[in-house]
């Protein structure tokens, strides 16, 4: 399988903190995909790396892709309260009929 | 503003009933998907459909069909619904794969099998 795996579970930071979440994956992909999960709604696409890209920038979000350790981070600067959310990652495999297949999640919460 | 809508937020039905889950997209997306989400297990696939009249079976097909007999549209289907299937059903689009295909999701509905 080449499903994803976040890490931690589960994470606890004070609002401005910057917020870094791991993903590690077992085969070999075509793009990792991060998505945000606001509590009991639909997860919305935050932004994807190809797999011949290194780094991504998006607004507060910074997205690393290292394919010879299978493994990607999400960094959130300067953390605010609406960051509160779960976090998944989603890679999709080089051929054709893979689907995107979804880690289980990290689950942020920003303190006030 | 691009959107998937699915039928209802919430839901509850009696074991036995027979379940439909509607979801419409207006992308003119090729791709839609049905995954449910539990605690701890994450979002799993249950079937899928690249176009009008195809389906593909996903990791959970059990206990579930689809039908998706206009593009925009995709049902999910519980024959006879069973209280394992109480959970958050989530329906998302993306256009055809080959591509950096983003999926877009609908908000959800929970589903409570009593």
């Known amino acids: 399988s080449q499903q994803g795996e976040e890490d931690p579970q589960a994470l606890s930071i004070q609002e401005g903190e910057n917020a870094t979440m791991n993903c590690s994956y077992k085969?070999?992909?075509?793009?990792l995909q991060w998505y945000r999960q606001n509590s009991g709604r639909g997860l919305v696409h935050l932004i994807l790396?190809?797999?011949?890209?290194r780094e991504k920038h998006s607004g507060r979000l910074r997205v690393t892709l290292d394919t010879s350790k299978k493994s990607s981070s999400l960094l959130i600067t300067a953390s605010r309260a609406a960051d509160t959310a779960s976090y998944f990652c989603?890679?999709?495999?080089?051929?054709?009929?893979?689907?995107?297949?979804f880690g289980k999640g990290t689950r942020l919460h920003i303190l006030p | 503003d691009v959107k998937v809508t699915q039928s209802s937020r919430y839901l509850v039905k009696r074991t036995g009933e027979k379940v439909f889950l509607e979801c419409v997209q207006d992308?003119?997306?090729?791709?839609m998907f049905w995954y449910r989400q539990d605690p701890g297990l994450g979002l799993r696939l249950i079937y899928f459909?690249?176009?009008?009249?195809?389906?593909e079976k996903g990791d959970i097909p059990e206990g579930y069909s689809v039908s998706r007999e206009k593009k925009e549209r995709f049902s999910l289907i519980l024959e006879s619904a069973s209280t394992n299937q109480t959970s958050m059903y989530l329906c998302?689009?993306?256009?055809?794969?080959?591509?950096?295909?983003?999926?877009?999701f609908g908000p959800g509905t929970r589903l409570t099998v009593l």
């Open positions: 085969t070999s992909i075509n793009n």
């Open positions: 989603a890679t999709e495999g080089m051929n054709r009929d893979d689907k995107i297949i």
């Open positions: 459909s690249y176009d009008v009249k195809m389906k």
């Open positions: 790396i190809r797999s011949n890209e």
């Open positions: 998302a689009s993306s256009h055809l794969a080959g591509g950096d295909n983003e999926q877009f």
């Open positions: 992308m003119d997306h090729e791709n």
